[in-house]
């Protein structure tokens, strides 16, 4: 099922009879400055000292709705994509085509309009993983299904190469419609930064080969434009089990990687690897790799230049890669190790479990790489979460802004996380039940590092029972955010698209910024030749 329902605004426009060029060509030159002037514009530093919640939006219906992943095209208009089991979603009247469907929202720069809305999904359970916007406002997602009745159009691959859980790439038009659709040969569960799009619009995907001699190695596949053309495709890996979890470009077109590797120490790295080896074996716990990060980087022909473990004593699950072209790249995730690879770190240890000597609970984690010389550095790595024993502290996404500011956010229910300048200073501490047991609900955060690692910005965001952040992106002083809520209080703004929950759980949209807001929609823009009238 594909669906596209649209709310863009056409104003009607009159005719006059006499316009003067004059007037014609300052209007030309202001609306060209003015488009420029927002394409041209970098991310810059964010949420300042003074930053405060700027906008803040419900998205859902009568059922659970969830934001997945959300991405700014170069005017600043804002994509989210999500799954809804929602029969009236955003009030669209329509009925879900299975358990669940995806839904891709496309906003204007200040959150304020729909611009479009999207529906696609199979007649089973379809969970969204990202989304990435090309140089021309064409959105591209992915996402895991579990059948073969995923909707495919122009299709590489038009049925699951396997009998499991599966992945999908899709493509959408500047409208929202469909451009094309279609299954990967490629295992994604928990890979959920797993899309990268260049500016031509080749789309690149990480996840798990699952084929022949490269089974179970990182992969990656890079698809034309028009999804009809596998023009890179690439493994790395031993003989264990490797899997990749995200994707990043930089301008030169070099591609970054991240993800795991587990069962031995086989992992292929390069010379100037800044870990030659699995964290286990680094720190002479285990004479194998149990879960291990790593980090690979190749050249825009698909030929590995960089890799590298990073891990720790115990599991290691990297969630996020990201870089700002100038030999830097961070990686975040999660981690169980109290044995951690850490430089200039915020946070240099994590409660510990008596027994095995590891993180008593999850933590999160942010490393800051620096390549270059005879091998790459750390130039920071902290871990991020609450300093209480059994507190749960999750990172699911993570951006480098051009300054070198990483921002990194996730979930916790810790009293203690670090904060500064925060917009919510204090965990919400409602109580929540899970499998008949009691504990603290989460509440999101977001955490801005400096480009030497010191803490610029942290707050929680949340209210009454579960809130959950998953997707972050960068605009001109502001922080935009995307997850889920369970709270009938969650904060809002007067300006919100949507100010209540509807029923059970939301998707929203937020942002935080210290700097100006996003200029309004521009909306539509007509140019009229002059009429000569005898």
Not at 146 to 170: E, I, M
Not at 187 to 210: C, E, K, M, R
Request: charged share 10%; glycine share 12%.
């Amino acid at each position: 099922m594909f669906a596209l329902l649209s709310n863009l605004n056409h104003p009607r426009a009159g005719r006059r009879r006499h316009v003067l060029l004059l007037i014609l060509c300052l209007a030309i030159t202001a609306w060209l400055g003015s488009t420029l002037a927002r394409r041209m514009a970098l991310p810059a530093a964010h949420a300042a000292p003074t930053a405060s919640l700027g906008y803040s939006s419900y998205i859902g219906g009568d059922g659970t709705d969830v934001g997945r992943s959300i991405a700014l095209d170069g005017v600043g208009n804002i994509y989210i994509v999500g799954e809804t089991e929602s029969d009236n979603f955003l009030g669209s009247g329509r009925v879900i085509s299975g358990f669940s469907d995806i839904f891709v929202a496309k906003y204007s720069p200040d959150g304020r309009t729909l611009l479009y809305l999207t529906f696609i999904g199979s007649t089973d359970t379809d969970t969204p993983l990202a989304i990435q916007v090309d140089g021309q406002g064409n959105a591209y997602a992915t996402a895991l299904v579990f059948n073969d009745s995923f909707p495919t159009k122009n299709a590489l691959w038009t049925a699951r190469p396997h009998f499991s859980h599966n992945s999908v790439l899709f493509k959408l038009n500047g409208s929202g419609g469909l451009v094309y659709s279609t299954y990967l040969p490629l295992d994604v569960f928990n890979a959920h930064h797993n899309l990268a799009v260049d500016t031509p619009g080749n789309a690149y995907v990480t996840g798990t080969s699952f084929q022949g001699d490269q089974a179970n190695q990182l992969s990656l596949l890079k698809i034309s434009p028009g999804g009809g053309q596998v023009l890179l495709e690439k493994y790395v890996g031993g003989p264990d089990s490797e899997k990749g979890t995200a994707v990043a470009l930089d301008s030169a077109g070099n591609i970054y990687l991240t993800g795991t590797t587990e069962g031995g120490d086989a992992f292929p790295v390069t010379a100037n690897a800044h870990q030659p080896v699995c964290g286990d074996i680094f720190y002479n716990r285990r004479a194998f790799c149990y879960k291990d990060g790593v980090v690979v980087v190749l050249n825009p022909a698909g030929n590995v230049t960089y890799s590298s473990h990073h891990g720790g004593s115990f599991t290691d699950d990297p969630a996020a890669i990201a870089t700002d072209g100038q030999g830097n790249i961070l990686v975040a995730g999660n981690t169980g190790s109290g044995l951690f690879p850490l430089a200039q770190a915020l946070q240099n240890s994590c409660p510990l479990d008596t027994f095995s000597g590891d993180c008593s609970s999850p933590r999160g984690f942010a490393s800051l790489i620096k390549l270059g010389g005879v091998t790459a550095s750390l130039t920071y790595s902290t871990y991020l979460g609450s300093t209480e024993s059994g507190s749960n502290n999750v990172v699911t996404a993570a951006s480098l802004s051009s300054s070198g500011q990483a921002t990194v956010v996730g979930y916790s229910n810790g009293r203690f996380f670090p904060t500064a300048n925060p917009v919510q200073g204090q965990l919400s501490e409602s109580f929540c039940t899970t499998f008949g047991s009691q504990r603290l609900c989460f509440d999101g955060f977001v955490v801005t590092l400096t480009p030497s690692g010191g803490l610029y910005f942290g707050s929680y965001l949340g209210a009454t029972f579960d809130d959950y952040l998953y997707g972050v992106a960068l605009s001109n002083g502001n922080i935009w955010l995307t997850g889920l809520t369970e709270a009938n209080d969650f904060p809002v703004t007067n300006d919100a698209y949507q100010k209540a929950n509807q029923v059970g759980d939301d998707a929203f949209l937020v942002r935080i910024g210290g700097g100006s807001p996003p200029p309004p929609s521009p909306g539509d823009f007509h140019i009229y030749l002059p009429m000569i009238v005898d």
